[in-house]
């Protein structure tokens, strides 16, 4: 089961099968509660993890004690990416959001298996420029894009992140957040995202269906950014 599901995720599609299979052997199974830590803010950096199923909170503390949301990683998706070629402790904490599923590699058990396999890390490189291409597009967003489309491009990405496609083609964003969950995630106010929601809805782009989930508009969405 581990071997197929790492050779599905993105970051070790370019490994062959023995390749894939050392990946495979150092790799551990976990079924995690909800609101059980993965690790905390500081910690050393020992495992990286993947998604199997559910989802993981990535958060940090400011210093005024508030919570800052950095992301949501759910089904099929891997945190810390930097994790495999970095040695500073987390510089976030993980809190599963429901009950999880996810397998967890060691950092020391990895670079072993590097050492063996150098081709490996060359393959990575490319997914690290991936990770590093997206990074620039939300530094821009959110420099140089109005608030409305901050927060439409949040709910375009978690409609593709954690979407249910639904019969009509719109999807229902199944992570249920608050409005200051997704306030804190771009660095807005809680108002300014709840004003700019009920625009929205308004607009036909969202809906918030009976269990309190959105549903999104994903064509209507693209025709206002």
């Given at each position: 089961m581990l071997k197929e599901y790492l050779s599905s995720m993105k970051i070790f599609e370019a490994l062959d099968d023995e390749e894939i299979s050392a990946v495979a052997g150092i790799a551990h199974h976990r079924n995690v509660e909800s609101g059980i830590h993965l690790f905390h803010m500081g910690e050393e950096m020992i495992n990286f993890y993947f998604v199997v199923s559910g989802n993981v909170k990535i958060y940090r503390i400011d210093e005024e004690g508030r919570e800052q949301i950095i992301n949501f990683f759910g089904k099929g998706e891997m945190f810390p990416h930097h994790a495999v070629f970095r040695k500073d402790p987390y510089p976030a904490s993980a809190i599963t959001a429901e009950d999880s599923e996810v397998i967890f590699i060691s950092k020391k058990d990895f670079e072993d298996v590097i050492r063996r396999e150098p081709e490996i890390a060359v393959k990575l490189f490319h997914y690290i420029g991936?990770?590093?291409?997206?990074?620039?597009?939300?530094?821009?967003?959110?420099?140089?894009k109005p608030t409305d489309e901050q927060v439409l491009l949040l709910i375009r990405r978690l409609a593709y992140a954690h979407g249910l496609v639904l019969r009509d083609g719109r999807r229902e964003i199944t992570l249920k957040l608050t409005k200051q969950e997704m306030a804190n995630m771009i660095g807005l106010t809680r108002e300014t995202v709840n004003r700019n929601i009920s625009i929205f809805r308004k607009l036909g782009i969202l809906e918030i269906g009976s269990t309190g989930l959105m549903i999104v508009d994903l064509e209507a969405l693209e025709e206002y950014i």
């Open positions: 991936e990770l590093i291409i997206d990074l620039q597009h939300r530094l821009q967003e959110k420099m140089l």
